[in-house]
């Protein structure tokens, strides 16, 4: 009798066991079904079926960019417009982790969680998908870039939207060449990281506003060098002594190595990790790169290139876009998106009120009182740009990361030119054009 009833209790338990285990593979079914269909590892995903008949993908002002026709996928009909919209759009391949033909495949080409992608075209609802960057914008920045690589993120720090979002190298779509030239499968907006140079600046001179007393009025003595152990920090120019203003519009390399060396390293590396350079964001479906910046273990010397945004330091385009934007909503962070409908939602703060008041300061007064506010005509912008070594040889990489404060183009944005020499006339040109593109785009 008691081995009857033992048998029974262990029956029970692993009869309810059973149960529980199915009914939880039933939910993750229906829950993640579609997810597991589009992954890279499924046969039917790697040859390139299920676009011959998906739905179409059209910008923000409903021009096609991709479509179905007789069984074969076509796309704009500009060879300019399909270059610069093939890491947003795709070439009907699986290669492009960021391209709505990857991400959203199971969504264009109709899949079901009872027949996969075998549904009836009869019962297939709307599988097209409206994307929110501007392809004429788009065209333009990539014109701009010359053949030149790098990246141009531009996105509305309100609604999220991305309005603008070109990566080089990349190649056509309609025309695929039999050697894709290395990097061209990868969106740099998003998935790549760079050396950030003097734009990391703005993250140091954060630590400063957080953990030095009076550095808002602070000044300092560049001398276009000056030692720190064995080694030394140089600057471009013998600045003299100089306000802080000064210092972060002429983008002085001393007082920035002073800055992180009086904040120490550990507030340093707090505020880093605060605003984000160690973490990646959500962007719809995708993820950005995560950038680099570690300085618990340096020594002096390395701690203030750090602070300069050398040393070992990476961040990603589309992070520091975020980041600007942060910045312009007082420290609050709205998450980007580029497809219609999607609400990426905001993703808690960044930096304090107080903090992002005294940065878009610093950033308005470089461009009002230095570069000009002629740079961008019709706009109102707070910007910092960036020269970043490289090393091996390379010419340095130029960035201009910034955002818009006007009510009617709220807009923040990030361009990286590999081995573009000066930010200001590498990437600063880019932005100038996505920026104001984009702007007519939200005014129209």
Known sequence: MKKTMTRSIISIILAAVFLLGLGFLCVKYFLDSSLWASQSYNPYMISGQGLE???TIVDRNGVVLAKSENNTRVYHENENTRKAMLHTVGDGSYNIATAVETAYRERLAGHSTIFGYGLPESL????????????????????????RKGACFVYNYKTGEILC???????????????IEDGSYLNNCISSTYTPGSIFKIITAAAGFEHIKGYETMTFECESKKEIGNYEVTCLDE??????????????????????????????????????????????????????????????????????????????????????????????????????????GKSGRLMSSEVAKNLGNLMRYTISDYYGDSMFEGLTVCAKTGTAEVGEGKLPNGWMVGYSTDEDAPLAFAVVVEEGDYGFYSAGPIARIAMMGCAESLRN
């Open 53 to 55: 008949n998906a739905g």
């Open 124 to 147: 297939k609802g709307n599988q097209n998908i409206e994307i929110t960057p501007d392809s004429e914008v788009c065209t333009e920045v990539y014109e701009a870039f010359e053949g």
């Open 165 to 179: 979002m070109v990566s080089a190298p990349t190649y056509d779509p309609m025309n695929i060449p039999e050697n």
């Open 239 to 344: 600045h003299g002594n100089i306000e802080l203003k000064n210092a972060f519009a002429y983008s002085c390399n001393i007082a920035f190595g002073d800055t992180a060396l009086l904040a120490g390293k550990i507030n340093l590396q707090k505020t880093a990790d605060n605003m984000g350079i160690n973490r990646n964001f959500p962007i719809g479906k995708v993820n950005t790169a995560k950038g680099n910046f570690d300085v618990k273990n340096a020594d002096d010397i390395s701690t203030a290139w750090a602070g300069i945004g050398q040393h070992s330091d990476t961040v990603n385009p589309a992070q520091m876009a975020i980041l600007c934007g942060a910045i312009a909503e007082g420290g609050e962070v709205r998450l980007p998106h580029y497809v219609k409908g999607e609400n990426s």
